[in-house]
């Protein structure tokens, strides 16, 4: 009796121990501290962690996991803008999205409904896709933007099936169905028996039915090559639509019998012909049932794209897996093609009940990441105006097609801010369409509908500076775009070029979708008498960087102006505003050759030791503010990083040896200490 006691009094023991074990276990997966979280994505910028934060907070099971991918971002993007890799859709009949869409290819004459003949990759009704612009697919490719929806960070869940129930899950992916043509409610001649089972067309043209449900099919299909469900659910419904198509019907001409429910195959084509190359596949792998064609095509994407690491849908649109970058395994074309599946996912958990379990996500990190601390740009020395083509614009009170509408004054306006629009990115595709607006006053005007007055003007093999302002405390790196490389192209720092005769867009934008717009002509000849470069035997002029530089601290516009030999054509401007002949130059003013209103070429003034706050303007002064500025860049820079750039990094190297150091430091403490003072250098 008494060993029968110390039995059970040690597994009681026992159990409490191992329950205690347990519980704290659960416990500490579920309270991860939040400094435990922010160190685990050291890399990623601040921003975007706390969206992670946030989302940690609201599903506790939910693991964030950082994919270090060694490569660096502009990389990447500049990768994937190749011809062909990825498109856009346009619309004959709405806003066409056009800044999303290149024109790098293609010509200058009026077709299909739109202004221009873009190279068409793939058509559709009502529509084209062309190839993304570099600014489009920096926008779908940032994880910044999708960190902070239930529905969009799905697409960075692991796609494995893990240790789900199949009953269970057979039952859940049918109501998932509900209102599709595989649901087994749904009774038609196409698709669905009497019975709710799979009914199809052979390839002697004959209907025959079957025992199984569609759902039946998905998760045996799933089950079989260990993917996720609901995410093969979400795919099949995404690439055929919710009422089917030529690649399920069966009666495709050519191609009777023939079946591919996940679009294998279907290369995108200018004759729109995607779904007959989509059944060809199917038939050279004998796909000739519903059942055939969806276990083939989830065996397609577990050995194509799950075994070679695509284990996410991010990582399948954008195969950036094994730190390489390549456009090629990349499952589909259209940028948006993983965002119109993640609402069926999401809507397939909710209705499972089983959102909030334990879940895995990657989060890709890049190099030289935009931080997103950017919220408004702008280009420097240029007009924010333009006109609103009234006939056919849509004025909303908010930068959402859902919103009201409203009405302007006038067509002539002034333009307060280019911006992303505030819509979730779901399969309604709120990024995708009239994703970028302009505020005027308290109305919102979609980008396709305004002409900017920015024009500048830059001759053939010439260049041209662009120079940008931010919100306060921003230290983001902006890019660019040229919209048409062909007539000009411009660089990491805002630096045109002109290829060849011809007007384009040049595009900065930030992490966030804020954009600015320029126009830009490239011009084979100068006007008479109108200089090209500036020239001045009193300041130091870098006509390659585009800089003025050896500016004494407190020099004022008139007193540069005169100093260059050039100054009846010269204007100078600080943050987009001219300056008068008695204000001080700082550094990150622009000074610009301008005739009839176009400007030739630009510069940028450096002031020695006048760095600018957070990569901004300079103030005029050498104080704290600039000694803080180069303490920091010295910090990052044992990071591997950089907090500044263009004229701020060489107004912060104080000593002239192109790189910032303690010397610098020890320069501008010493000035504001009255100890000595920094002489003016030439860059």
Not at 105 to 126: C, I, N, P
Not at 616 to 628: K, Q, S, T, V, Y
Request: proline letters at 2%; glycine letters at 10%; a neutral charge.
């Amino acid at each position: 009796m008494h060993s029968l006691k110390r039995v059970l009094s040690f597994l009681m023991a026992t159990i409490i121990i191992l329950t205690t074990f347990i519980s704290s276990g659960f416990s500490a997966l579920a309270a991860e501290s939040q400094t435990d979280f922010y160190n685990k994505f050291n890399g990623l910028p601040t921003a975007y962690i706390n969206k992670l934060w946030e989302l940690k907070q609201q599903h506790p099971n939910w693991q964030f996991e950082p994919m270090n991918t060694g490569l660096d971002w502009d990389t990447v993007i500049n990768t994937e803008a190749q011809p062909k890799a990825n498109t856009v859709w346009l619309s004959t009949s709405t806003a066409v999205t056009r800044l999303y869409a290149d024109r790098s290819v293609g010509t200058y004459t009026a077709s299909r409904g739109l202004d221009y003949t873009y190279e068409v990759r793939d058509q559709g009704s009502g529509g084209y896709y062309v190839d993304a612009s570099v600014m489009a697919i920096a926008a779908f490719m940032n994880p910044y933007y999708f960190l902070d929806s239930d529905v969009t960070v799905l697409m960075f869940e692991n796609l494995g099936w893990g240790d789900l129930d199949y009953n269970t899950t057979v039952n859940n992916i049918e109501a998932m169905l509900t209102g599709t043509f595989m649901s087994k409610s749904n009774i038609n001649t196409n698709y669905v028996s009497a019975s709710g089972c799979v009914t199809y067309v052979n390839t002697s043209g004959q209907r025959v039915s079957t025992g199984d449900t569609y759902a039946a099919l998905i998760c045996t299909a799933a089950k079989n090559n260990k993917l996720n469900p609901y995410y093969l659910t979400s795919k099949i419904l995404g690439e055929v639509g919710t009422n089917g198509s030529g690649s399920t019907s069966g009666t495709t001409s050519s191609y009777t019998g023939y079946y591919n429910y996940l679009n294998v195959g279907a290369s995108d084509s200018s004759s729109g012909d995607a779904v007959a190359n989509g059944l060809s596949y199917a038939k050279s792998h004998g796909w000739t049932s519903p059942g055939a064609a969806i276990e083939g095509g989830a065996q397609t994407i577990a050995n194509g794209y799950i075994s070679a690491g695509q284990d996410t849908p991010y990582l399948q649109k954008f195969n950036v897996a094994n730190g390489k970058i390549t456009t090629s395994h990349q499952y589909m074309t259209a940028i948006n093609g993983i965002h119109v599946t993640l609402q069926k996912t999401y809507d397939g958990y909710k209705t499972a009940g089983t959102l909030d379990s334990v879940r895995t996500f990657k989060i890709p990190v890049y190099k030289n990441m935009p931080n997103a601390t950017g919220s408004t740009i702008s280009f420097s020395g240029y007009p924010q105006t333009g006109t609103v083509k009234r006939s056919i614009a849509t004025i909303r009170t908010d930068r959402n097609y859902s919103a009201a509408k409203t009405t302007l004054s006038s067509d002539n306006v002034t333009l307060e801010a280019g911006l992303h629009n505030n819509g979730n990115v779901t399969q309604t595709g709120t990024m995708y369409y009239g994703p970028l607006w302009y505020k005027v006053g308290n109305a919102y005007v979609i980008e396709d509908y305004v002409e900017v007055n920015a024009n500048a003007t830059v001759k053939k093999g010439g260049t041209l500076q662009l120079n940008t302002s931010q919100n306060s405390g921003s230290t983001e790196k902006p890019r660019f775009m040229s919209w048409d490389k062909r007539i000009a192209t411009v660089n990491a720092n805002g630096v045109v070029t002109g290829v060849s005769q011809g007007t384009t867009k040049v595009v900065a934008y930030l992490a966030n979708g804020s954009f600015a717009v320029v126009n830009v002509t490239v011009s084979t000849t100068t006007p008479t008498g109108v200089p090209t470069t500036i020239t001045s035997s009193n300041y130091s002029v870098n006509n390659t960087a585009s800089f003025i530089s050896k500016i004494p601290l407190g020099t004022t516009a008139g007193t540069l102006k005169s100093g260059l030999n050039e100054k009846q054509y010269v204007s100078i401007t600080k943050g987009g505003r001219t300056l008068g002949d008695n204000e001080i130059v700082t550094t990150g003013c622009v000074v610009s050759i301008v005739s009839n209103g176009s400007t030739i070429k630009s510069y940028t003034t450096i002031v020695t030791g006048d760095v600018g706050e957070n990569n901004g303007l300079g103030d005029g002064a050498i104080d704290i503010a600039d000694l803080i500025a180069i303490r920091n860049e010295i910090l990052a820079s044992l990071k591997g990083k950089s907090t500044l750039s263009g004229a701020n990094y060489k107004a912060a190297d104080v000593d002239g040896n192109g790189s910032i150091e303690i010397d610098d430091l020890i320069k501008v403490r010493d000035q504001i200490l009255k100890r000595s003072t920094i002489s003016p250098r030439a860059y």
